[in-house]
């Protein structure tokens, strides 16, 4: 079954860090660009970050440069968000997508709750 699956989310308090896994089945995933997307409470969903086929381009929100981190493991079918310095607005559920010419792979999402 084509599929992504996120996991990794919590309640953290203000300053801590978390790290998303996101886990591909059933595709080539090193031919699909992959990204991390979030959505909070009463919001549109936005970008937070992406990364290149290869992994050696990536593109973030400005509301998470610096903080942020996303990497892939090409041989583990596996793209990663490493999430430091959290702040309560990060609060949101966060997707994983796989993109690849018009083809779209969206995982149900895993929740990250930053609040002391």
């Known amino acids: 079954q084509v599929q992504v699956v996120e996991s990794g989310g919590g309640l953290v308090q203000p300053g801590g860090s978390l790290r998303l896994s996101c886990a591909a089945s059933a595709f080539t995933f090193s031919t699909y660009v992959m990204s991390w997307h979030r959505q909070g409470s009463g919001k549109e969903r936005e970008l937070v970050a992406s990364i290149s086929k290869p992994g050696d381009e990536t593109n973030y929100a400005d509301s998470v440069k610096g903080r942020f981190t996303i990497s892939r493991d090409n041989g583990k079918n596996t793209v990663y968000l490493q999430m430091n310095n959290l702040k309560p607005e990060d609060t949101a559920v966060y997707y994983c997508?796989?993109?690849?010419?018009?083809?779209?792979?969206w995982g149900q999402g895993t929740q990250v709750t930053v609040s002391s």
């Open positions: 997508n796989a993109r690849s010419f018009g083809r779209s792979i």
